[in-house]
């Protein structure tokens, strides 16, 4: 079955610091992902997926991930935090076959420090 | 193009009544996911439906139900509510969820509180 595991629940960075969230998956067939940015009192929002097209995925308000199959990995990065970075991120993984389901990691809250 | 919308978005219940909580998609989607979202369990799938039909399910008690009507509007209920079912309760819509790469839109959820 896969699942995705999220690596810290809090993660603190400088404004103007690299961003590094962690994301590994586990599944037993080529997998879909997806990172998913929660800002306060709202749903979630997209920033990227990989559906295999690039192993480099480039999101929205500057984040990429890129997907390391070695590594099981799709791990998210930005270069140079923003204060209105904050917020929480959720890596995700549907399978390509058989009916679609989402499953979510438990999230990484992101706080920048001023 | 309006997106995911979710009423009412916040809710107050006593244990044991009973709560409806109602979706619209993105128009045009077809396909309508409900989850369930926690600080202690985080993101969790309830069911999926597609015209009409509950297509996929995640393991919540029978407490736990839904239906979606022609107009891909969505709606879930939980009765004989339970302080545990005190969370954000998040829709999600797709285009029609037949590929597992399909992006999924989520509304902003509607807050229950149980008490």
């Known amino acids: 079955a896969q699942s995705v595991t999220q690596l810290g629940s809090h993660v603190s960075v400088s404004e103007g610091a690299l961003v590094l969230l962690r994301c590994n998956y586990s599944?037993?067939?080529?997998?879909?992902l997806f990172w998913y940015v929660q800002y306060p009192n709202q749903g979630l929002q997209l920033l990227l997926k990989?559906?295999?097209?690039?192993?480099l995925v480039k999101g929205i308000n500057g984040f990429e991930a890129e997907f390391k199959k070695s590594e099981t990995s799709f791990h998210l990065t930005k270069p140079s935090a923003h204060m209105s970075d904050a917020a929480e991120y959720f890596c995700?993984?549907?399978?390509?076959?058989?009916?679609?389901?989402?499953?979510f990691g438990t999230g990484t809250r992101l706080k920048v420090l001023a | 193009k309006a997106g995911v919308t979710q009423t009412p978005r916040y809710l107050i219940k006593t244990r044991g009544q009973q709560v409806t909580l109602s979706c619209s998609p993105i128009s045009g989607h077809r396909s309508v996911s409900w989850y369930q979202q926690t600080p202690g369990q985080g993101l969790q799938f309830l069911f999926e439906y597609f015209s009409e039909t509950q297509r996929n399910k995640g393991n919540f008690p029978g407490r736990f139900s839904g239906r979606q009507f022609s107009n891909s509007r969505s709606e879930m209920n939980v009765s004989t509510l339970e302080l545990g079912d005190s969370a954000l309760y998040l829709c999600?819509?797709?285009?029609?969820?037949?590929?597992?790469?399909?992006?999924?839109?989520f509304g902003e959820g509607s807050w229950l509180t149980v008490v």
């Open positions: 995700a993984v549907t399978v390509r076959s058989g009916t679609y389901k989402y499953i």
């Open positions: 999600a819509s797709s285009l029609d969820g037949r590929s597992s790469g399909n992006t999924i839109y």
């Open positions: 599944s037993s067939v080529p997998p879909y």
């Open positions: 990989y559906t295999s097209a690039a192993t």
